[in-house]
């Protein structure tokens, strides 16, 4: 509800960031990547718009992963074979 009203400007601004020749790996790309998931979260389907505008940098991040990611901590995979854990804490 308070994130709203500012919903439409700060997505125009991210995919304007996105959209203007950010090589793989600058790290604004990823920073950009989890910033849309967690407004889609908070968004549900008011963000579906834009998802024809995110999945494709999405799936190249992907495609040029190294095999690392971040999860939030709710799933572990501490003891799952194939699966490293790395704490930042």
Do not use: W
């Amino acid at each position: 509800e308070t994130f709203a009203p500012q919903f439409k400007s700060i997505m125009e601004f991210l995919l304007k960031t996105q959209g203007h020749g950010l090589t793989a790996d600058d790290p604004q790309q990823n920073a950009i990547l989890m910033c849309c998931a967690r407004i889609c979260q908070c968004m549900g389907s008011d963000f579906s718009p834009y998802v024809r505008m995110v999945v494709p940098p999405l799936l190249k991040a992907a495609a040029d992963s190294k095999g690392a990611f971040m999860q939030d901590g709710e799933d572990d995979f501490t003891n799952q074979e194939g699966y490293e854990a790395v704490d930042f804490s």
